[in-house]
């Protein structure tokens, strides 16, 4: 499982970063960068809910809506 943590919000740095759970428990090692691509895409999309992203196709998605 991975770990998102946000230090910073709008620009200015939290008193305690925000910690949230993303995703089930990454048995294999062949997971783990995908399982942290899409952890890294949720981090940069805030407004957005991370649920979305749990089971992210980055193939699937051309640039334009892969930049969303």
């Not at 305690?16 to 783990?32: A, H, M, N, R, W």
């Not at 960068?33 to 940069?44: D, F, G, N, S, V």
């Not at 193939?59 to 809506?65: L, R, T």
């Amino acid at each position: 499982m991975d770990v998102v943590s946000r230090i910073y919000d709008k620009a200015e740095r939290l008193n305690k970063p925000i910690e949230t759970k993303f995703g089930s428990l990454i048995v294999y090692q062949d997971d783990v960068e995908l399982m942290a691509r899409r952890a890294q895409k949720a981090l940069l999309n805030p407004k957005q809910d991370n649920v979305k992203y749990f089971n992210w196709d980055f193939g699937s998605h051309n640039y334009e809506e892969d930049a969303q």
